[in-house]
């Protein structure tokens, strides 16, 4: 392309130039030679070429890019289509909700709630409830459809009881009335309890644990007719129902990990801190009674041998070592 | 020996690629745009009435070329008295130009201002000073006092966009 070079240099020659609209030229040009106008209509379209035309032109990759879209464009179109129709949402703010669903299962949304339930059992393979806030559920037996709530990261699973869902202080309460109900975690289902008749069962910290004497105050009290703790395992051995605890221990089974940075560091953050290359077993479970104080807890935690701490900066607050004994 | 004006596609294509470079072309003899524009279109008007008996034995750039000067020589002919103030340069159109080279600058001229159509105005005068003017990399940056990086992105990628657009253009860099 030296050539162009040299044309290029031609241009200086070229004192004024002027670009004219060709579209308007050629019209005028086929209206002097008697030419129809449509023809000329076509080839106007035939020379700049319509964007579809540009894009089918190109690599398959455009194609592919198309129909990607037609088919996300379709998906939500047919999410909505499939959601508005079957699927309901109340919501309460100083009010209280009376739900009866169509299978004749009740549940009564409790103040500033939120609740979505399906209103068509047709194509289902569960009766689906999202829940945030606090409601009473009474559901109606239905082998083949299983009652499935999801708050927030517990899902509970029954076949026809009477329960309560709430939530307080960041951790969640469910309460038994009567049947059998399923309680696990919605992202790890092996963390998995079963709840008998009348018992009460609290999440916190991605951890089950079965409810002490001061929570008692916080669920209803004529509901709680015989509240025996629950077997306390780890979150990850299979459930294992019907055979009551001894009452004599205390407190319940969490993650080491759990128990520092959901629990101890979260909700004290200036009274505790850890110190700079503290070791300790992230996985090991603990036994602690978080009902108790922070710092009878760290003493717990020290007496069991996982951390140590030494006094911080001012006269309550603790620095977290690692375990004095283990090194 | 072809006939390249038979089609009217064929003959659009021609028309749209052709009209300004000529114009311009005109343009420059006659002085007068609204003039030239006639010139031209009359040329256009002539070729197609006669297409069936057109017969080119070069390319149909050339021949647009030789027709186009011969209309604008009867013009000026025929508007002696008109246009007294426009002299005809008959050196340069005396020259024998049997492949219409002397078209070239026009329609690379036309290939520039598409490409620089959208472009900012900088790097319109960038191309213009580097190109036209033949001021080296150095001097632009000097006078609009950016770095000669800068010049030289802004011509390179001027240079391959205008590659491409006459890269479709017939009879042309062949």
């Known amino acids: 392309m030296k050539k162009l070079d040299s044309i290029l240099k031609q241009n200086k020659e070229i004192e004024d130039f002027k670009v004219f609209d060709v579209d308007s030229e050629w019209n005028l040009f086929l209206e002097k030679v008697g030419e129809s106008q449509p023809l000329m209509e076509d080839k106007s379209t035939n020379v700049k070429k319509s964007p579809l035309s540009v894009i089918f032109r190109k690599p398959i990759i455009y194609v592919i890019t198309i129909a990607a879209s037609f088919i996300l464009i379709l998906g939500f179109l047919f999410m909505f289509k499939n959601n508005d129709p079957y699927r309901t949402t109340v919501i309460t703010t100083n009010n209280i909700e009376k739900i009866n669903m169509i299978d004749g299962s009740k549940i009564e949304l409790s103040q500033n709630s939120k609740l979505e339930y399906p209103l068509h059992l047709d194509d289902v393979i569960d009766r689906k409830i999202i829940l945030a806030g606090s409601a009473t559920f009474s559901v109606k037996k239905n082998d083949k459809l299983p009652f499935r709530v999801f708050y927030g990261d517990v899902l509970v699973e029954v076949l026809g009881t009477e329960f309560v869902i709430n939530k307080k202080d960041g951790m969640t309460i469910i309460q038994n009335i009567s049947g059998k109900i399923a309680v696990s975690q919605v992202l790890n289902r092996n963390n998995k309890r079963i709840l008998e008749k009348g018992e009460t069962l609290l999440f916190k910290f991605g951890n089950f644990f079965v409810p002490q004497d001061t929570i008692k105050t916080v669920v209803e009290e004529s509901k709680n007719t015989n509240l025996e703790p629950l077997q306390k395992g780890t979150p990850k051995t299979k459930s294992q129902k019907e055979k009551p605890s001894t009452p004599e221990v205390k407190g319940s089974t969490f993650k080491l990990d759990n128990v520092i940075k959901g629990f101890l560091l979260k909700f004290h953050k200036k009274k505790i801190k850890v110190e700079r290359g503290t070791k300790f077993d992230k996985n090991t479970n603990v036994k602690i009674d978080i009902n108790k104080t922070y710092q009878e807890i760290l003493l717990d935690l020290k007496t069991q041998g996982h951390i140590d701490f030494k006094p911080g900066d001012c006269d309550d607050c603790f620095i977290i070592t690692s375990p004095a004994k283990k090194q | ?174």
């Not at chain 2, 024998?96 to 329609?107: A, F, H, M, V």
């Open chain 2, 1 to 174: 020996m072809t006939k390249p004006f038979e089609n009217i596609k064929d003959f659009e294509t021609t028309y749209r690629e052709y009209y300004n470079p000529l114009v311009n072309f005109v343009n420059k003899y006659i002085n007068n745009f609204e003039n030239s524009k006639e010139v031209v279109q009359f040329t256009f008007v002539k070729i197609w009435e006669n297409k069936d008996k057109i017969e080119v034995h070069s390319s149909p750039k050339s021949y647009l070329f030789q027709v186009t000067k011969n209309s604008m020589i009867d013009y000026i002919r025929k508007n002696k008295n008109h246009l007294s103030n426009t002299e005809l340069d008959t050196n340069d159109l005396n020259i024998l130009d049997d492949n219409g080279k002397q078209l070239d600058p026009y329609i690379v001229r036309q290939a520039v201002e598409n490409c620089l159509k959208d472009k900012k105005e900088k790097s319109r005068e960038i191309f213009i000073l580097n190109k036209f003017e033949g001021l080296t990399y150095e001097e632009i940056a000097d006078y609009l006092r950016i770095s000669k990086r800068s010049v030289e992105d802004n011509i390179s990628k001027l240079l391959i966009h205008l590659k491409k657009e006459l890269r479709n253009h017939p009879d042309f860099f062949d």
